[in-house]
């Protein structure tokens, strides 16, 4: 029996990237409305197909540039891959997503297409990406507990009040600002900058200003678990 000539059939393989930013106190997430079928209307990650010849790292970065300058986004690390083959509705299509960070008051500019919404009310997604978002925060919860990862979304200095709230936007719960100083201290995380911010017009003591040691990843407590109150 003569084998088949017929090639095999190979999925398409798209990137996509899940932006974070903390922005008006809750973690957001960069996404663009789509204007073609399947799913016209509904809010999807950036990103796209690769092309002939491209890898994974420049795919993402070129689909990026195109939605925000990618000098802004301080992190970027590879998810995961989704491969249901039901995940789109018309063609075989593997993802591979890309977590990205943007720190505190960066404001990126972004096209008309495109808004952040809060991870905690997001709006109609198309295929699986509404499920990609929610592994993206489960990750940069995991690894704020063990790593300094918090230095891709604080400013370059801040208060230990503002790097709290960056902390409890990203993780969903209280943090005391006392016990996170201390943790991120003793890991050696974070460094006073030997100077305080003037208060503002309500007065009240001058805040110490702090920073993040290294302006990239590192694992700074493999077995740490940071945990809800109570």
Known sequence: MAESTTPPVAPAHVALAVVFQVREGALSVLLWERARKPFSGAWALPGGTLVEGETLERSILRHLAAKVDVRDVSHLEQLGTWSDPARHPERWELATAYLGLVPLEVDPQIPDDTRWHRVDALPDTAFDHGAIVLAGRDRLRGKLSYSNIGFALAPESFTLAELRDVYEAALGYEVSATNLKR??????????????RAHGPAGGRPAELYRFRLPRLEVTDPFAVLRPPG
């Open 183 to 196: 943790v991120l201290l003793r890991r050696g995380a974070i460094e006073s900058l030997g100077r305080r």
